[in-house]
């Protein structure tokens, strides 16, 4: 159904299994993205490496050499953030060990030059709190917050709450403890359900809003991408609305960003997206997305940069759109007033989209797996890059891999 094995803008690693963005940021007129990385296998082990990228455009990625690999103390280099300060540029990871790589510890790292290919080890600057009883202990996301630094970990306490720890810092390099900065029993499920832990959390702010969104996660069991709006406040966030991001069995692992203009966006990693015989790489990033708010709906939208003229083909599709293979990525703009959407590659159809009351059913008949995705009345932006499906619906987002013949979450 599809004849080329790899998308031509979503970033992939030349070999081996990626999964987390990490840390995509806008240095000296480069886009870098770090991302976890297992070199030389498909499949996910827990000696991760930091991969890194470069981009100029948001669309055209090189792969660089790995920033962090195993070595000196860790058994594997698992997801964190990077904080600027001036001329100094920071790493903050996870380090595990892997005889209980449910609680690592948070490790620094510094480059060695002003291309941030070489890095160089610290020191760790946070474990788990003795006073707490901590069943899981990771991803750090390091954000400035007036004039200190702060640092939320992803934790389980007790094995019945999903929690993120608060810390800060006056200069990157001595960390306090401060408290819980949120949480939330795993039995809640109004209006949504968040899971036993919060993997990458992460703050930021919209138009005046606090946002806090974070990855589902039970039993090593992979979900969805959750969001709270609130007030951030002393190191600590009140969750005044929850809503749901994602949909499908793709999206995991946002990492937010801001590009050269300062939007506010966010870079998933798309599960199960792989080479045709699934032996040589596997998983990739999505395209960057902008973040807006639509009363207290978290919206995403792909970068425009990413879909402006030259790199990908842009369509304005009614009830049927037919698309040719030519090297380049689609994006298709589809009113959902017109109720059914048939999207034709090559002579065969890729995609049927059916618009009912509050949601679009997207079907991919050779592949044979159908998905619900909530949705408003607003344009949905349907990107097709050779064997990835990234849809936007104003309400949600949905990625599948085009290739896949397992049915997806609803």
Same mark, same amino acid.
């Given at each position: 159904m599809i004849d080329d094995d790899r998308p031509t803008?979503?970033?992939?690693?030349?070999?081996?299994?990626?999964?987390?963005?990490?840390?995509?940021?806008?240095?000296?007129?480069?886009?870098?993205?770090?991302?976890?990385?297992v070199p030389g296998q498909t499949s996910w082990a827990p000696s991760c490496?930091?991969?890194?990228?470069?981009?100029?455009?948001?669309?055209?990625?090189?792969?660089?050499?790995? *920033?962090?690999?195993?070595?000196?103390?860790? %058994?594997? /280099? +698992?997801? $964190?953030? &990077?904080?600027v300060d001036g001329d100094r540029t920071t790493i903050f990871y996870t380090s595990i060990d892997a005889a209980d790589f449910s609680i690592g510890r948070i490790r620094t790292a510094t480059p060695i030059d002003e291309e941030w290919i070489r890095w160089c080890k610290g020191d760790i600057v946070a474990v788990p709190p003795a006073?707490?009883?901590?069943?899981?202990?990771?991803?750090?996301?390091?954000?400035?917050?007036?004039?200190?630094?702060?640092?939320?970990?992803?934790?389980?306490?007790?094995?019945?709450?999903?929690?993120?720890?608060?810390?800060?810092?006056?200069?990157?390099?001595?960390?306090?403890?401060?408290?819980?900065? *949120?949480?939330?029993?795993?039995?809640?499920? %109004?209006? /949504? +359900?968040? $899971?036993? &832990?919060?993997?990458?959390?992460?703050?930021?702010?919209?138009?005046?809003?606090?946002?806090?969104?974070?990855?589902v996660w039970s039993d090593d069991e992979l979900h969805y991408v959750a969001y709270g709006l609130g007030a951030w406040n002393d190191g600590a966030f009140t969750v005044e609305h929850w809503g749901r991001l994602t949909w499908g069995d793709s999206y995991y692992a946002p990492s937010f960003y801001r590009d050269a203009d300062g939007r506010p966006g966010l870079v998933f990693w798309l599960r199960e997206i792989r080479d045709r015989d699934g032996d040589v790489w596997t998983g990739a990033?999505?395209?960057?997305?902008?973040?807006?708010?639509?009363?207290?709906?978290?919206?995403?939208?792909?970068?425009? %940069?990413? /879909?402006?003229? $030259?790199?990908?083909?842009?369509?304005?599709?009614?009830?049927?759109?037919?698309?040719?293979s030519d090297?380049?990525?689609?994006?298709?703009?589809?009113?959902?007033?017109?109720?059914?959407?048939?999207?034709?590659?090559?002579?065969?159809?890729?995609?049927?989209?059916?618009?009912?009351?509050?949601?679009v059913v997207v079907s991919a008949p050779v592949s044979g797996w159908s998905a619900t995705v909530v949705a408003d009345d607003s344009t949905v932006q349907i990107?097709?890059?050779?064997?990835?499906?990234e849809m936007s619906t104003g309400a949600g987002l949905f990625a599948a891999p085009l290739r896949s013949t397992a049915a997806t979450s609803q």
């Amino acid at each position: 159904m599809i004849d080329d094995d790899r998308p031509t803008i979503h970033l992939t690693a030349r070999a081996g299994w990626i999964n987390d963005p990490l840390s995509l940021t806008w240095h000296d007129g480069t886009y870098h993205v770090f991302f976890q990385h297992v070199p030389g296998q498909t499949s996910w082990a827990p000696s991760c490496h930091w991969g890194h990228a470069t981009s100029a455009d948001l669309r055209t990625w090189t792969e660089q050499p790995v *920033a962090l690999a195993p070595g000196e103390g860790d %058994d594997g /280099i +698992w997801s $964190g953030s &990077l904080a600027v300060d001036g001329d100094r540029t920071t790493i903050f990871y996870t380090s595990i060990d892997a005889a209980d790589f449910s609680i690592g510890r948070i490790r620094t790292a510094t480059p060695i030059d002003e291309e941030w290919i070489r890095w160089c080890k610290g020191d760790i600057v946070a474990v788990p709190p003795a006073d707490l009883d901590v069943q899981v202990y990771r991803d750090p996301f390091v954000f400035r917050d007036g004039d200190q630094w702060r640092m939320l970990v992803g934790a389980n306490l007790h094995g019945t709450t999903a929690a993120t720890l608060s810390y800060s810092s006056p200069d990157l390099r001595d960390w306090r403890y401060d408290g819980i900065a *949120a949480q939330r029993d795993t039995a809640a499920s %109004d209006p /949504i +359900w968040t $899971g036993k &832990l919060w993997e990458c959390p992460q703050v930021f702010t919209i138009d005046g809003v606090d946002v806090l969104i974070t990855s589902v996660w039970s039993d090593d069991e992979l979900h969805y991408v959750a969001y709270g709006l609130g007030a951030w406040n002393d190191g600590a966030f009140t969750v005044e609305h929850w809503g749901r991001l994602t949909w499908g069995d793709s999206y995991y692992a946002p990492s937010f960003y801001r590009d050269a203009d300062g939007r506010p966006g966010l870079v998933f990693w798309l599960r199960e997206i792989r080479d045709r015989d699934g032996d040589v790489w596997t998983g990739a990033m999505s395209v960057p997305h902008v973040l807006s708010l639509d009363g207290d709906v978290l919206v995403a939208r792909p970068h425009p %940069d990413v /879909i402006r003229d $030259g790199g990908v083909t842009a369509h304005t599709a009614f009830d049927h759109v037919e698309l040719v293979s030519d090297g380049r990525a689609d994006i298709i703009n589809w009113d959902p007033e017109f109720g059914e959407l048939e999207v034709i590659r090559d002579g065969a159809p890729v995609l049927t989209l059916e618009r009912t009351a509050g949601k679009v059913v997207v079907s991919a008949p050779v592949s044979g797996w159908s998905a619900t995705v909530v949705a408003d009345d607003s344009t949905v932006q349907i990107l097709i890059d050779g064997p990835i499906l990234e849809m936007s619906t104003g309400a949600g987002l949905f990625a599948a891999p085009l290739r896949s013949t397992a049915a997806t979450s609803q």
